[in-house]
């Protein structure tokens, strides 16, 4: 069970942080991470924790994006700074079991989702 929160509407520049509840997820060899789609464009991978231990950010929002993993809390986080209004699209956060092979950073090698949470940059 996978929970996303804390999506809304801001604008360029600005920040939110997303919640996603990982309370199943509790391994931190699992592959966590985050996703997202805009209209009309393919889910794409925005940040993921791999079952290395080691955190994989999509180019788009290198150095503006931070993958937070809270497993005190069982909460996973994904802080975002200087939004801009590409990132609009419904953020997704997903999950697989560490020794499934499919990659981590491609949509198609999870296998459990959550419902997604809107998230909306004005220019």
């Known amino acids: 069970h996978l929970h996303e929160s804390g999506g809304g509407s801001v604008q360029a520049g600005g920040s939110l942080k997303l919640s996603c509840e990982i309370s199943?997820?509790?391994?931190?060899?699992?592959?966590m991470g985050w996703f997202r789609q805009g209209a009309g464009i393919e889910r794409e991978a925005v940040a993921v924790h791999q079952s290395d231990f080691t955190k994989k950010y999509a180019e788009s929002v290198q150095g503006r994006f931070t993958l937070i993993m809270d497993y005190e809390r069982d909460i996973m986080y994904l802080q975002m700074n200087s939004l801009k209004p590409e990132d609009t699209g419904m953020y997704y956060c997903?999950?697989?079991?560490?020794?499934?092979?499919?990659?981590?950073?491609?949509?198609?090698?999870?296998?459990?989702w959550g419902k997604g949470t809107p998230v909306t940059i004005s220019s």
């Open positions: 997903a999950a697989r079991p560490p020794w499934d092979d499919a990659d981590c950073f491609a949509p198609s090698g999870m296998d459990s």
């Open positions: 199943d997820y509790k391994d931190s060899s699992y592959c």
